[in-house]
Nanobody, 114 residues
Framework: QVQLVESGGGLVQAGGSLRLSCAAS???????MGWYRQAPGKQRELVAT???????DYAGSVKGRFTISRDNAKRTVFLQMNSLKPEDTAVYYC?????????WGQGTQVTVSS
């Protein structure tokens, strides 16, 4: 069973940057990896995806500001977040699916002050 551990969250002013990391305890080179976020009182939403090929996809609200990347050798996925806005405040989770099972990390809090 693979475990995911997110890190890198924190408190930042609007316009600032953060880099989130998601470290996996096992191989992730064969799966697409996603970053999700959940703000208080809202549903969890998909923010960014990186596929096995390295191609990426983003939610419209973060396109041009966030960049997802992966280092399969280090079993880590990153989310570079620039030009942060107060509406980006949420708990951020990484995720993948394998053999009909969904894996989640514990999340890391990102708070953007205005």
């Amino acid at each position: 069973q693979v475990q995911l551990v997110e890190s890198g969250g924190g408190l930042v002013q609007a316009g600032g940057s953060l880099r989130l990391s998601c470290a996996a305890s096992g191989t992730i080179s064969d799966v697409a990896m996603g970053w999700y976020r959940q703000a208080p009182g809202k549903q969890r939403e998909l923010v960014a995806t990186i596929f096995r090929t390295g191609s990426t996809d983003y939610a419209g609200s973060v396109k041009g500001r966030f960049t997802i990347s992966r280092d399969n050798a280090k079993r880590t996925v990153f989310l570079q977040m620039n030009s942060l806005k107060p509406e980006d405040t949420a708990v951020y989770y990484c995720n993948f699916n394998r053999l009909s099972r969904t894996y989640w990390g514990q999340g890391t809090q990102v708070t953007v002050s205005s």
